[in-house]
């Protein structure tokens, strides 16, 4: 039996190396000009390695392949001059879903459609976002920061600052929106997002400011700092899977 058991593990560790041997690092710049045009070139498990600078860009991401900033997202920023959203991540299953890693995505906004996700709309996809700043995104609707759709994402070490849906009336999520979504933010950051409803969280059809007390258990939140007044860190009832660990809200601005 042992014998067996010692095999097996020889052999799965044989099929790590060569998927590992079989993915590919794009360079950008290097390999591609453009952010947009190393996704195009990458393959499903490939890693999308992005110099240091400024990226005037709006992507479209349907393959589990990783972006990551080889600086950091400190020194490596996609700019949406506030005309179009940062980047749609749709349609990604999870093998091995999708990986956004130091990033700053500044200054989207979604205009058009369905007026989701500023910074970033994830829909029915898997994926994972880590280590990367959301700052000065707009939404029309909600989301102004990520709108999350029927997917699985989790987002760990991530900042979310300034974001906004700036109309009045219903406009929820100046953070993030969460539908139908099993979701877990991990060791984030949320300041000074703003929205009618939810500062930072906002779970469309149902208006978070009117969540206050009776659905607030319906958002788990495990050893998460909440200062300013918590009411715009809200889960619909429909959910009950957005789940907040070791994060930090404050300075919400609910309008």
């Given at each position: 039996?042992?014998?067996f058991?010692n095999?097996?593990?020889v052999?799965i560790?044989?099929?790590?190396?060569?998927a590992?041997?079989y993915?590919?690092?794009i360079?950008v710049?290097g390999d591609?000009?453009?952010?947009?045009?190393g996704i195009?070139?990458?393959?499903?498990?490939?890693?999308v390695?992005?110099?240091p600078?400024?990226?005037v860009?709006s992507?479209?991401?349907?393959?589990?392949?990783?972006?990551?900033?080889a600086?950091?997202?400190?020194f490596?920023?996609i700019?949406?001059l506030?005309s179009w959203?940062i980047?749609?991540c749709?349609h990604i299953d999870?093998s091995?879903?999708?990986t956004?890693r130091?990033l700053?995505?500044?200054?989207?906004y979604?205009?058009?459609?369905?007026g989701n996700g500023g910074g970033?709309?994830?829909?029915?996809?898997?994926g994972?976002?880590e280590?990367?700043?959301?700052?000065?995104?707009?939404?029309?609707?909600?989301?102004?920061g990520?709108?999350?759709?029927?997917a699985?994402?989790l987002v760990?070490?991530?900042?979310?600052?300034n974001?906004?849906?700036?109309?009045?009336?219903?406009?929820f999520?100046g953070?993030?929106s969460c539908?139908?979504t099993?979701?877990?933010?991990e060791?984030?950051?949320?300041?000074?997002?703003a929205?009618?409803y939810?500062?930072?969280?906002?779970?469309?059809?149902?208006?978070c400011g009117?969540?206050?007390?009776?659905?607030?258990r319906?958002?788990?939140?495990e050893?998460?700092?909440l200062?300013?007044?918590?009411?715009?860190?809200?889960?619909?009832?429909e959910?009950?899977?957005?789940?907040?660990?070791?994060?930090?809200?404050r300075?919400?601005l609910q309008?």
């Amino acid at each position: 039996m042992r014998t067996f058991l010692n095999l097996a593990t020889v052999i799965i560790s044989c099929l790590v190396l060569v998927a590992d041997a079989y993915s590919e690092v794009i360079h950008v710049p290097g390999d591609a000009s453009t952010i947009q045009g190393g996704i195009d070139l990458a393959s499903t498990g490939d890693v999308v390695r992005i110099g240091p600078g400024t990226y005037v860009e709006s992507l479209y991401l349907s393959k589990g392949i990783t972006l990551e900033g080889a600086s950091g997202a400190e020194f490596t920023v996609i700019e949406g001059l506030n005309s179009w959203p940062i980047i749609e991540c749709l349609h990604i299953d999870g093998s091995p879903g999708f990986t956004i890693r130091g990033l700053t995505l500044r200054n989207g906004y979604k205009k058009s459609g369905n007026g989701n996700g500023g910074g970033a709309f994830v829909g029915d996809a898997v994926g994972t976002i880590e280590d990367c700043i959301f700052e000065g995104n707009a939404a029309l609707f909600a989301g102004g920061g990520i709108a999350v759709q029927n997917a699985d994402l989790l987002v760990r070490s991530t900042v979310f600052r300034n974001n906004s849906v700036p109309v009045t009336g219903n406009a929820f999520g100046g953070a993030v929106s969460c539908t139908q979504t099993n979701a877990t933010f991990e060791d984030c950051r949320f300041e000074s997002n703003a929205a009618n409803y939810g500062g930072e969280f906002g779970c469309p059809p149902l208006r978070c400011g009117a969540l206050h007390r009776q659905h607030r258990r319906q958002l788990v939140r495990e050893r998460s700092r909440l200062s300013g007044g918590d009411h715009g860190v809200q889960q619909c009832l429909e959910q009950r899977r957005v789940r907040l660990r070791l994060c930090t809200v404050r300075n919400k601005l609910q309008r």
